[in-house]
């Protein structure tokens, strides 16, 4: 049954009964309340004495037992996904903590938990004292989509997950993906067919496609909705940091652009890019040239301004020359046009060492810097390129783009800590 109540996931609960008072360790989901809400949307007239509510974004708020973190963070999961997770499950009460599990194949997992059982990064950092909140996007699980708007909804096939996400090194279609080692999956089970870790009839592929949902087509419709929100939700939060991956890293660019002051800090999980054009794969718009705006589907703020029907003028830069695998980027022609309600904003792009975006992250990043914006990277395999400071160098190899659901989560998301402390706490929080 679904979690109508839900609480977060436990990864090393050892013994529950053995004591009435719960330890407040890194995996113990220690927290005081949860609660949800929608912010956004708006009544529209579908028909005459037909009016509904729509273009709402639900919101999970998830407070720790103690709040340890001056700003609270904001989860923004990527395409095709949710914010959902369930199975096991702890229940708060007087004396002590209740487990309460299900299959764990019944449902997905995203920011929360894993699908092996694992803790998720929200269950890390809750228990790093942050308070949490965990959207569904527009028109995406929890938030409802309008059938009577003339938008298209599609969803993933499981090919397209196996290729990119979960058996990348079953396939080399770029030249990491041969890396890729984390996907918690086995690669035999005697109970079951033969099956390769990360594809169909790998259970854990199997719990985790089961999970994924459908989405809106139009990356226009879906940016203006999102944007607005995500403003909606930072002006009840308070100021935050936002924690967001792949399609979802596409949107604290055009949050921030029209929520000034509210953004501390963006941890940009492998957003989608790179400017301008779609690489890797195959193009799905004429010469693969795609978001006009550089990073974005839709407008944000440049200075100098640009003009009616004036773009973004672009040149093709070359990478470094030291790495045959990395994609060649496109840059605004110099002088570039800077990115003022970006600017001031610490900002991470990290990568992992098998994913797609290692060919191509690198491009995103120079952008960011091109347009004035103070912007690291993390990286897995650039070698001399430490600068962008790798995860190599903490021993973290052979994750794909699903890394917040694979066997060495936690050091990453410990690694994302570091990053987060070291940028934020010295700030004083407004109030």
Same mark, same amino acid.
């Given at each position: 049954m679904y979690c109508t109540y839900l609480f977060l996931l436990v990864c090393s609960l050892v013994r529950l009964a053995a004591s009435s008072v719960p330890v407040y360790t890194p995996h113990s989901e220690a927290y005081a309340a949860r609660s949800y809400f929608y912010v956004g949307g708006q009544y529209i007239t579908v028909s005459p004495n037909n009016t509904i509510y729509t273009d709402q974004m639900y919101v999970e708020h998830i407070v720790p037992s103690r709040i340890l973190q001056p700003y609270p963070l904001v989860f923004i999961h990527g395409q095709g996904q949710t914010g959902t997770v369930c199975c096991p499950v702890l229940i708060p009460s007087s004396a002590s903590y209740r487990l309460m599990s299900t299959t764990k194949a019944q449902y997905g997992t995203n920011d929360t938990g894993r699908i092996d059982g694992g803790s998720g990064w929200a269950t890390y950092f809750l228990s790093r004292g942050y308070e949490v909140y965990i959207i569904d996007q527009t028109a995406r699980g929890r938030s409802p989509w309008n059938p009577n708007g003339n938008t298209t909804l599609t969803i993933y096939p499981a090919q397209r997950i196996e290729q990119r996400f979960t058996g990348t090194q079953n396939f080399n279609i770029w030249p990491q993906a041969s890396l890729h080692t984390q996907w918690p999956g086995s690669k035999h089970d005697t109970n079951l067919p033969a099956f390769q870790t990360g594809l169909q009839s790998d259970p854990i592929f199997d719990a985790y496609y089961a999970s994924t949902v459908q989405f809106q087509s139009d990356t226009v419709i879906q940016e203006k909705h999102m944007q607005i929100a995500g403003a909606a939700l930072l002006n009840r939060t308070g100021?935050?940091?936002?924690?967001?991956?792949?399609?979802g890293g596409l949107l604290p660019w055009v949050i921030a652009d029209v929520a000034p002051g509210k953004v501390v800090a963006i941890v940009s999980v492998?957003?989608?890019? +790179?400017p301008f054009q779609d690489t890797v794969f195959p193009p799905t718009t004429p010469g693969g040239y795609t978001r006009p705006w550089g990073i974005t589907d839709i407008a944000i703020t440049y200075e100098p301004a640009l003009g009616t029907n004036e773009t973004l003028q672009w040149e093709r830069v070359a990478n470094n020359g030291t790495k045959d695998e990395l994609a060649t980027c496109l840059l605004q022609k110099e002088p570039a046009r800077r990115l003022p309600n970006l600017e001031g904003i610490p900002v991470l792009v990290e990568t992992a060492e098998a994913s797609f975006h290692a060919v191509y992250d690198g491009c995103t990043v120079a952008f960011l810097k091109q347009a004035g914006v103070a912007?690291?990277?993390?990286?897995?395999?650039?070698?001399?390129?430490?600068?962008?400071? +790798?995860l190599a160098t903490k021993g973290i190899h052979g994750n794909?783009?699903?890394?917040?659901?694979?066997?060495n989560s936690d050091e990453i998301a410990n690694v994302l800590d570091e990053w987060i402390t070291s940028k934020v706490r010295g700030k004083d929080k407004e109030n």
């Open positions: 100021p935050a940091i936002l924690l967001s991956h792949s399609q492998e957003p989608t890019g +790179p912007v690291e990277v993390r990286r897995t395999t650039w070698g001399q390129e430490a600068r962008w400071m +790798p794909g783009h699903m890394q917040f659901l694979e066997k």
